[in-house]
């Protein structure tokens, strides 16, 4: 069964991005970076919300194509809105995310990411298809912004796997989800 | 000046209790007590809002007096609701918070600890006069509870002092307040 992670940066606060979705106070290192690269290379599939799509969309640079801003990992955007199916590299799914989910989880493959706000990751929390979160906690209270965790019907308990402090003040955390 | 630690323990999603206001799911260790007791050691003066005060009354035994739950450290509770002046070991305090505490920084005495939610917190940070975080990040998302960090006007950057993962799962970290 591939595993499936929801991952990123956050505040101490538990924002993931500014009320405008700006992400400029993410602090970068070359820490930073070997964890991303590592956190990366196990992974072949990324599994988003229609936000967090279209935040990702505006990064793209106007006149050109839009493209997966993901390269060639296999991209999953649920959607009740947009028109399912195969739009400039990503795939458009407005099934059940955790129903849909569950079935990737069959299929043969490296791992999934769960990328973006806690929208789409507290559907899949309470469907019972996350794994692991991995987080990079940034030294910061924003004040405001856009939750990472949102409220959810039941407690889910962890276990740290790892934690690590950075030069920058970051701090590393991953769990895994300790599945009833 | 003295220093003002806003102190306690918190969820990973960011609760500090359940909507029911229960702690239940704290988990509790030597290493745990052992950074209490340091953290206390170094206190002699503590600040909370009302609220976190009914909560701590509540946990007194019926049919005994009342008294301050936290022994003999000195106890101020902001209120706007409760009469002023001395009542059974506490002190109500019904002036700006964030004006009170800058005075109390100058008085003579040990560290101020913050406790409770972030009602009061949010208040203090705003108006600047809290100097440290230290939190014990539990392995847990509670989904639903009294949050930690409120929405505040600012964004406040910290710096990592110290950082330890706990044999239990748990994650404390402290971190000082960059004043502008």
């Known amino acids: 069964m591939r595993k499936v992670t929801f991952g990123g940066a956050n505040s101490l ?4 991005a500014r009320d405008d979705d700006a992400v400029d106070w993410l602090m970068w290192s070359d820490e930073v970076g070997e964890i991303m690269k590592d956190f990366w290379a196990r992974m072949d599939c990324i599994v988003m919300g229609r936000k967090t799509y279209d935040v990702a969309m505006k990064m793209t640079p106007k006149g050109k194509k839009i493209k997966n801003p993901y390269g ?3 991209t999953y955007v649920f959607s009740r809105t947009l028109e399912p199916g195969a739009h400039d590299g990503v795939k458009i799914i407005s099934d ?9 989880k069959k299929r043969k493959g490296k791992e999934i990411c769960v990328l973006g706000g806690g929208d789409l990751a507290k559907t899949l929390f309470e469907a019972g298809v996350i794994d692991e979160i991995g987080f990079n906690i940034q030294p910061v209270l924003l004040g405001s912004g856009v939750p ?5 019907k039941r407690q889910i308990d962890l276990e740290l796997l790892e934690c690590r402090a950075l030069k920058n003040g970051c701090v590393y955390v991953l769990y895994s989800l300790k599945h009833e």
Chains 1, 2 share one sequence.
């Open 13 to 16: 606060d538990n924002y993931f």
């Open 72 to 74: 060639d990992l296999e």
């Open 96 to 104: 059940d995310p955790g129903k849909f989910v569950a079935k990737l």
């Open 148 to 152: 990472l965790f949102h409220r959810m």
